[in-house]
């Protein structure tokens, strides 16, 4: 079965974006971004949920479109349609049967982007196996929490961390429930 890793840029106090979606503050360039991208090559599937998608309309992404061109993506809302989606996008139900199609499926481990919500409801239904913590130099006060309004408690088991360009660290946790 295919890991699911949740890789995600945070705050030091457990925020992945501040008030209105604003991540401003993290960092966006330098080396610890340069390893980011590199790893992000290696996934060959994304999922994430409707909010975090439609995130990426603020950057350009256009409905339908993929975020990332070689990887297949799957969107989880009860409620997005999309006009003519691209052959790598499928919208998806938020239930565990998609989570467990998806990985049973060949291919590398899911990169899970985003979405604090959708993080929370895996994360309570034990579906996340490692977390990559892009944590930042920076305190938002409040916004977006890593785990959206998941209340389930867990140990986590750093494999390894480095500091980059900017005082960005990246972290690798294995999460055992």
Not at 11 to 31: H, M, W, Y
Not at 56 to 76: C, E, R, S, V
Not at 148 to 153: A, E, I, L, M, P
Request: proline share 5%; hydrophobic share 35%; net charge negative.
């Amino acid at each position: 079965m295919r890991k699911i890793i949740y890789y995600v840029a945070s705050s030091l106090d457990g925020f992945i974006s501040g008030p209105d979606d604003d991540i401003s503050g993290f960092v966006s360039e330098g080396n610890g971004i340069d390893r980011y991208l590199s790893d992000l090559a290696d996934f060959d599937t994304v999922i994430m949920g409707r909010n975090t998608y439609e995130f990426g309309y603020k950057f350009g992404l256009k409905p339908g479109q993929p975020a990332y061109p070689h990887m297949t993506h799957y969107i989880f809302s009860g409620s997005l349609i999309l006009d003519n989606p691209h052959p790598k996008i499928q919208v998806k139900n938020v239930d565990l049967e998609s989570i467990t199609d998806i990985r049973n499926r060949p291919g590398s481990d899911i990169y899970l982007c985003g979405g604090g919500e959708f993080a929370g409801w895996l994360l309570d239904n034990e579906q996340i196996d490692l977390l990559t913590l892009k944590l930042n130099p920076l305190v938002l006060g409040k916004g977006i929490p890593l785990f959206g309004s998941s209340q389930k408690s867990v140990q986590l088991h750093i494999i390894d961390s480095k500091t980059y360009d900017h005082g960005l660290q990246i972290i690798n946790y294995e999460i055992e429930y």
